[in-house]
């Protein structure tokens, strides 16, 4: 009975770190109406909970979820940086679109149960 019990709740912790993955990817759609502020607070949900994922299929998605926030990061920024020289017209869709494609990639992932494939970067 006892393992029983500590599967149940390995299974509900499980089922509570998915729908933090969840909120995470929700933070990540967020940042366009809220100017990347909702990014910053994903990447550090991630970071304060990346511990309780190892060795689970959700260690791919806070991963995956930590990449998409640091180099859409360095995407915006260089966009922004160069935005009066005429090339951040185009740094900043191509960082939109690169993030919509990661943020959509993940969630049905997350959605389906699956870890994300590696070789999908």
């Not at 994903?42 to 990449?67: C, P």
């Amino acid at each position: 009975m006892n393992d029983i019990s500590t599967e149940q709740k390995g299974t509900e912790e499980l089922q509570a770190l998915k729908r933090l993955a969840a909120t995470v990817y929700l933070c990540q759609i967020l940042t366009f109406m809220l100017a990347g502020l909702p990014l910053l607070v994903g990447v550090a949900i991630n970071f304060y909970k990346r511990n309780q994922v190892q060795g689970t299929w959700l260690e791919s998605h806070f991963d995956w979820q930590i990449k998409t926030a640091w180099i859409a990061l360095a995407g915006f920024a260089l966009s922004g940086f160069t935005f009066g020289m005429g090339l951040g017209i185009f740094i900043l869709p191509a960082t939109v679109a690169w993030m919509v494609y990661r943020i959509t990639i993940g969630w049905y992932a997350l959605t389906d149960g699956k870890s994300i494939n590696n070789q999908k970067t």
